[in-house]
């Protein structure tokens, strides 16, 4: 079993209300985590080696978008940029 170790630095999160960042980092958690226990990814991740830093496409968000849901897409984008 490979063992997938993530760090992440800074998460800025702009033109989000303050009290949402525990809910909008807890969503991107819960898909990081769902998307890097799929089979195969860490040895896709390996193949990549360290990344100081991944962009993503920009992301639109209704106001009705729930906080934990955008921790999610970003995740989603995240996995996405590992892929290709």
């Known amino acids: 079993m490979k063992r997938v170790i993530v760090n992440i630095d800074r998460l800025v999160l702009k033109g ?5 960042r525990h809910a909008i980092a807890q969503g991107l958690q819960d898909q990081l985590i769902r998307l890097l226990s799929e089979p195969g990814m860490a040895e896709r991740i390996g193949t ?3 990344l100081s830093r991944l962009r993503v496409a920009p992301m639109h968000f209704s106001p ?3 906080p934990h849901d955008v ?3 970003a995740a ?3 996995g996405q ?4």
């Open 71 to 73: 921790g999610s897409a």
């Open 64 to 66: 009705e978008t729930k």
């Open 81 to 84: 940029g590992l892929s290709q």
């Open 48 to 50: 990549i080696g360290n």
């Open 76 to 78: 989603n984008g995240i």
């Open 16 to 20: 989000f209300r303050f009290e949402d």
